[in-house]
């Protein structure tokens, strides 16, 4: 079991790139939805092997919010004897908006990313990674 304890902090990392980290500040801010719909051009489900582990994101909606904060919640499976065993990280932090650029900063992680808003599109730029998201 400790191997997974592992895995989900790996999975809480991955989420954080999947999901992003915003920068905000009350200017700029909306009141937005935004679902996952890939990463790197994969569709989800996106399953990525981390060393010996499988990690499989299921989902992931981005919530921004008018104040300038955001929450994303990320679902993903992980291997676990003869299935998946699922579970749920959230990431919260603030975000600015200025033009189409968005910047984030994630109050759970620290790290900072930023992405583009093209018409109902946002897509992010996050370690090497581009999750794109289609908002509701």
Do not use: W
């Not at 997974?4 to 790996?10: G, T």
């Not at 915003?22 to 990525?48: E, H, Q, V, W």
């Not at 992680?109 to 998201?133: C, F, Q």
Request: proline share 4%; glycine share 12%.
């Amino acid at each position: 079991m400790n191997r997974y304890a592992s895995v989900a902090a790996l999975i809480a990392v991955v989420g954080a790139l999947a999901a992003c980290d915003r920068t905000t500040s009350p200017k700029g801010g909306m009141d937005a939805t935004f679902n996952l719909t890939s990463i790197d051009g994969t569709s989800l489900p996106y399953t990525k092997t981390l060393g010996t582990a499988t990690l499989r994101i299921t989902s992931d909606v981005l919530v921004l919010h008018p104040d300038g904060s955001y929450e994303d919640t990320t679902t993903y499976g992980v291997p676990y004897g003869g299935g998946m065993q699922s579970s749920t990280t959230i990431e919260r932090g603030t975000y600015s908006v200025s033009g189409n650029t968005i910047s984030f900063k994630s109050q759970s992680t620290g790290g900072r990313y930023s992405g583009s808003l093209n018409g109902t599109t946002l897509t992010e730029s996050v370690n090497g990674r581009t999750p794109v998201y289609e908002r509701r």
